[in-house]
């Protein structure tokens, strides 16, 4: 779904009006698109505002007792009948609200999150000097970092698989110390990011997550206290198959 027939659709999206399955792919082009997301939120607040100023009319005493009178003995019922669904729907939209900020809020901080990676791997791949410790041994590699990091991780054993080591790094990320290490597969660079999996140092969201974007397939999960983002120029399946064998050395 593109964006101009995602606006045509977002009334009736925010009024919960839609098929299940046009509700359904109006909702995952939201959760890509911070634009349409964004004017999705704005266009139910207007209509929070709207129901608010009716919600502010306040009848003239006069017509309050001559509607009393006539209906005395069903007050309660009425009061009950008139209220009850008004209050539904303003919780209904009070959620709605607040899942549109919050998915706004968890998305851009996910994108911002995935961006800074992807600009260090893209550094890393233009620099003269790409790695720190340079080395195919993950024997040379992982004691290189001991001391520099509040953590430890394991390597996985290349010997039979495609993927070649070629070095690691240093980096931090919100003042977090944690390694980058730069995998090679055919023609293709993959970097691999090692940080504590603590609140304000990568902001991806769920454990578990695999996205492709500008030529570049990402996939993050988290083991171990440890948050694992694998990035790279290669296939997804490609990147996947790292990060198996990333998963793999991470249990023993």
Same mark, same amino acid.
């Given at each position: 779904m593109?964006?101009d027939?995602?606006?045509e $659709?977002?009334?009736?999206y #925010?009024?919960?009006s %839609?098929? @299940?399955?046009?509700?359904? @792919?109006?909702?995952e082009h939201l959760?890509?698109?911070?634009?349409?997301a964004?004017?999705?939120?704005? *266009?139910l607040q207007m209509k929070?505002?709207?129901?608010?100023?009716?919600?502010r009319f306040?009848p &003239?005493p006069?017509?309050r007792?001559r509607?009393?009178?006539?209906?005395? $003995?069903?007050r309660?019922?009425?009061w009950?009948?008139?209220w009850?669904?008004w209050? &539904?729907?303003a @919780?209904?939209?009070?959620?709605?609200a607040?899942?549109s900020? =919050?998915?706004l809020?968890r998305?851009a901080?996910?994108?911002?999150?995935?961006a800074? +990676? +992807?600009?260090?791997h #893209?550094a890393?791949?233009?620099s003269a000097n790409?790695v720190d410790?340079v080395s195919?041994?993950?024997?040379?590699v992982k004691?290189?970092?001991?001391?520099k990091l509040p953590f430890?991780?394991?390597?996985?054993?290349l010997q039979d698989?495609q993927? $070649?080591? !070629?070095?690691? $790094?240093?980096i931090?990320?919100?003042? &977090?110390?944690?390694a980058q !290490?730069?995998?090679?597969?055919?023609k293709?660079? !993959?970097?691999v990011?090692?940080?504590?999996d603590q609140p304000g140092?990568?902001a991806l969201g769920?454990? =578990?997550?695999q =996205? &492709?974007e500008?030529?570049f397939?990402e996939?993050?999960w =988290?083991?171990?206290g440890?948050?694992?983002?694998?990035?790279?120029d290669?296939?997804s399946?490609d990147?996947?198959a %790292?990060s198996? +064998?990333? *998963?793999? @050395?991470?249990?023993q």
């Open positions: 593109n964006c027939l995602c606006r $659709k977002l009334d009736a #925010v009024d919960e %839609l098929p @299940a399955e046009v509700f359904g @792919a109006v909702d959760r890509a698109c911070p634009s349409c964004s004017e999705a939120l704005a *266009r929070r505002a709207t129901r608010a100023a009716a919600a306040s &003239s006069e017509f007792l509607i009393e009178n006539t209906i005395r $003995k069903k309660q019922t009425i009950k009948i008139a009850v669904p209050l &539904s729907a @919780a209904v939209a009070l959620l709605l607040v899942v900020v =919050t998915m809020t998305h901080a996910r994108e911002q999150a995935l800074e +990676l +992807l600009d260090l #893209v890393t791949l233009a790409p410790v195919t041994d993950r024997h040379t004691p290189w970092f001991q001391g430890t991780f394991n390597l996985p054993e698989s993927f $070649k080591l !070629l070095g690691g $790094k240093l931090y990320l919100n003042h &977090s110390p944690g !290490l730069l995998f090679e597969l055919r293709h660079r !993959l970097s990011f090692i940080v504590q140092v990568l769920p454990s =578990t997550r =996205t &492709s500008k030529g397939s996939e993050t =988290t083991e171990g440890l948050r694992y983002v694998v990035i790279g290669a296939g399946g990147v996947h %790292l198996d +064998l990333l *998963r793999i @050395a991470a249990r």
